[in-house]
């Protein structure tokens, strides 16, 4: 019996490792040779001029300069934001906590390039409607707001972020031990001066990976930076590596492979920093029994007004920019809410995108990737997270740091290393090979909640399946599966939503004939077309809306999805 189990288990885990390893570091050791080549069409043709020409890049020294600003204020808005959130739905007394359930699911309802389209037609300097609004009540000449600007891109990016680092720092919030605090408390201390001395300190290795985290993001975003840097000019890593790409008549892959290098290699370093940081954190946290509850800290007077902020931004993240894509959706251009804008709304842009042939088709390529790819994508998952669960060997862990490697990519650079590994086979510039990179990109996401589900099955049961005859693939269709439905369920809904939603790896590898529509939105709102911009948007927020609420209904654990 246990002869049988070894033989197939231990081939299951070298193809797995194979597959795996062509989906993740395939597409690295590509990029890095491709960053040597002369050409797309001559691979394999060594030379260091792409080098050359990447680093002595006059526009070089200010994309690295913006690049640090934007990170460092994205991370730096976002992880006090989210401090701050977290603090008071875990450890204060503020009303209807239960308000804060619902900022995990927050980016998972609107898409980053959504979100930036409906602040960009409100703070449009030259036409955005609450520019317009205040130019007409102020008589200025001017609008006092510039989404095309550095601070505009921070303020996006960093209220993206918010919802994530919210999640990564209430559960040290709950956990940390409220000893110390309570000792500050009897010796006549302030509740703020127990903050600050006290509470914050103990936290700090949480802030620290909150923040090292949310640099992450920041560092591989690309749909704000797109959207707003790229007409204000004000260029970032991966907007630079786009640009050249995407401008003139002859891209060049192998100076973006140069420079998409350094990208990867600080995303990784960051990475095994965030690690780091999540372990020491762990330090802090307390194990109690199930009727632990920390303290609770009475906001007195500050009660509602901190409440209503709360409010504010929830409205900022969902209100204001869902409200704006309904409204402008029914307009021809942006108007100031008025009997005029009234008289003037129509079905228009909605019959222009559902008319345009190619928009029709990113819709339809958008879909078939979100439910054939997310079908291979959770097959492959399923098992992954068993052998990195139920096969303990040295393979297994080996495995389980392949599978887990992606996460270190931002999607614009791994997106040229996919172009470079796709270059010479069939699956170039077909939908197969979108396929095959959002697999390889989003592998983790799969895995993760599986790998979790896999941990809560005894062992015995598969044994005893086995007791009876039945074969390792006999055990895992019969028993296993059923018992991970739900979950499996729940991550092939998560990963289709992903797919949906999915930008920066399309902006790089989507052709003629294999649209999707976060690039037909983009393309879009690069023509000023913002009222077929909020139509398809309400379009796919629709898709993804409906495959969120069916996860938040299965109890999917949505702090993986992002």
């Known amino acids: 019996m246990l002869e049988r189990k070894s033989a197939l288990r231990f081939p299951l885990v070298g193809i797995l490792i194979l597959v795996v390893g062509a989906l993740t570091v395939g597409p690295v050791v590509m990029l890095v040779v491709g960053s040597f080549s002369e050409g797309i069409g001559a691979l394999g043709?060594?030379?260091?001029?792409?080098?050359?020409?990447?680093?002595?890049?006059?526009?070089?020294?200010?994309?690295?300069?913006?690049?640090?600003?934007?990170?460092?204020?994205?991370?730096?808005?976002?992880?006090?934001?989210?401090?701050?959130?977290?603090?008071?739905?875990?450890?204060?007394?503020?009303?209807?906590?239960?308000?804060?359930?619902?900022?995990?699911?927050?980016?998972?309802?609107?898409?980053?390039?959504?979100?930036?389209?409906?602040?960009?037609?409100?703070?449009?300097?030259?036409?955005?409607?609450?520019?317009?609004?205040?130019?007409?009540?102020?008589k200025l000449s001017s609008g006092p707001f510039n989404i095309y600007s550095l601070g505009g891109m921070i303020f996006l990016e960093g209220m993206l972020d918010l919802p994530v680092t919210y999640l990564v720092i209430s559960p040290a919030m709950y956990s940390f031990d409220t000893t110390l605090e309570e000792a500050s408390w009897v010796s006549g201390a302030s509740n703020l001066y127990t903050l600050r001395r006290i509470t914050l300190p103990i936290l700090r290795p949480a802030f620290l990976a909150t923040f090292t985290l949310a640099i992450?993001?920041?560092?591989?975003?690309?749909?704000?930076?797109?959207?707003?840097?790229?007409?204000?000019?004000?260029?970032?890593?991966?907007?630079?590596?786009?640009?050249?790409?995407?401008?003139?008549?002859?891209?060049?892959?192998?100076?973006?492979?140069?420079?998409?290098?350094?990208?990867?290699?600080?995303?990784?370093?960051?990475?095994?920093?965030?690690?780091?940081?999540?372990?020491?954190?762990?330090?802090?946290?307390?194990?109690?029994?199930?009727?632990?509850?920390?303290?609770?800290?009475?906001?007195?007077?500050?009660?509602?007004?901190?409440?209503?902020?709360?409010?504010?931004?929830?409205?900022?993240?969902?209100?204001?920019?869902?409200?704006?894509?309904?409204?402008?959706?029914?307009?021809?251009?942006?108007?100031?809410?008025?009997?005029?804008?009234?008289?003037?709304?129509?079905?228009?842009?909605?019959?222009?995108?559902?008319?345009?042939?190619?928009?029709?088709?990113?819709?339809?390529?958008?879909?078939?990737?979100?439910?054939?790819?997310?079908?291979?994508?959770?097959?492959?998952?399923?098992?992954?997270?068993y052998v990195i669960v139920k096969v303990r060997s040295r393979g297994s862990a080996f495995l389980e740091s392949l599978s887990f490697l992606s996460f270190s990519f931002p999607g614009m650079i791994i997106g040229v290393g996919f172009m470079w590994f796709l270059v010479q086979t069939p699956l170039y510039a077909t939908i197969w090979g979108l396929l095959v990179a959002y697999v390889g990109t989003y592998l983790p996401y799969g895995i993760r909640p599986l790998r979790s589900a896999f941990m809560q099955i005894d062992q015995e049961l598969e044994e005893s399946a086995r007791v009876f005859g039945a074969s390792f693939l006999q055990a895992l269709k019969d028993i296993v599966v059923p018992l991970l439905a739900p979950g499996v369920i729940s991550a092939w809904i998560l990963t289709a939503c992903m797919f949906i939603r999915e930008l920066s790896v399309s902006a790089v590898l989507s052709r003629p004939g294999t649209e999707v529509l976060t690039v037909e939105i983009m393309k879009l709102a690069n023509d000023g077309l913002w009222g077929q911009v909020a139509a398809l948007g309400i379009i796919m927020i629709g898709l993804s809306t409906v495959l969120v609420l069916v996860a938040n209904l299965l109890r999917v654990p949505l702090s993986h999805a992002e």
Request: hydrophobic share 55%.
């Open 45 to 138: 043709k060594f030379t260091i001029d792409k080098y050359v020409a990447a680093y002595t890049d006059p526009v070089l020294p200010k994309t690295l300069l913006n690049t640090v600003i934007f990170t460092i204020g994205c991370a730096s808005f976002s992880t006090i934001l989210g401090g701050l959130l977290a603090y008071l739905s875990v450890r204060t007394d503020i009303p209807f906590k239960g308000l804060f359930r619902v900022l995990p699911v927050v980016p998972m309802m609107i898409p980053h390039v959504l979100f930036a389209a409906a602040w960009i037609t409100l703070l449009n300097p030259t036409n955005g409607m609450l520019n317009l609004f205040l130019r007409n009540i102020f």
């Open 216 to 385: 992450i993001r920041s560092l591989a975003s690309f749909a704000v930076p797109s959207m707003v840097g790229l007409p204000g000019r004000i260029h970032v890593l991966t907007t630079h590596v786009y640009r050249i790409i995407s401008i003139g008549w002859s891209p060049d892959y192998g100076r973006a492979a140069a420079i998409g290098l350094i990208v990867l290699v600080a995303a990784i370093i960051l990475v095994y920093l965030y690690r780091y940081l999540i372990a020491e954190s762990s330090q802090y946290v307390t194990v109690t029994g199930k009727g632990y509850r920390p303290t609770v800290v009475e906001l007195g007077r500050a009660r509602y007004p901190l409440f209503f902020l709360c409010i504010l931004l929830f409205c900022f993240l969902v209100v204001i920019p869902l409200a704006t894509l309904v409204y402008m959706s029914f307009l021809p251009y942006s108007m100031v809410p008025s009997a005029r804008a009234i008289s003037m709304m129509s079905l228009r842009n909605w019959h222009t995108v559902l008319a345009n042939p190619i928009t029709v088709r990113a819709l339809k390529n958008s879909v078939f990737l979100a439910v054939v790819g997310a079908s291979l994508a959770i097959l492959l998952s399923l098992f992954v997270a």
